[in-house]
């Protein structure tokens, strides 16, 4: 049920946004990162990473409407992603996820699950 998701547990819209938005000001300054990303639509691809995110921990399913099956392992399949990448990629996630300053249980959801889907989508 909606109101019982984790997606409104952790605050709903306004955290993914956060969480995101801070995400990305990392992966700008990031120059093992940044080149993989789209050169002038970095706004896009925060876009795409929220409303994924929210759709996972049952938010709106926005993403699905727009982008289709996630297929995530596929749609990363054209970025060389090995152990620095995956790393790099955690090391933002996770100073964006402090940032938010959730509940030692809420963080550890979904650090967790951040941690093995970044783990999963290894591909070189
Ligand atoms: C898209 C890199 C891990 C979710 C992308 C894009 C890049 C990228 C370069 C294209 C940006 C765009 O235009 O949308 C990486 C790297 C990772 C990683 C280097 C390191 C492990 C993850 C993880 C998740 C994720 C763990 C999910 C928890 C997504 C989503 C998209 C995306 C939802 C947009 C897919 C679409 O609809 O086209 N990623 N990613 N990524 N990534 Fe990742």
Redesign the pocket.
Known sequence: EQTDSFFEAVGGEETFQRLVHRFYEGVVEDPL?RP???ED?LD??EE??RM??VQYWGGPNDYSQQ?GH?R?RM??AP?V?GEP??DA?LKHMGDAVQTLDLPPEQEKRLWDY?VY??HS??NA
């Open positions: 990162l993989l990303y789209p639509d896009g691809a795409r990473l994924f995110l982008r996630p995530l749609r990363h970025f992603i990448q995956r990629w951040l889907a970044a989508m290894i």
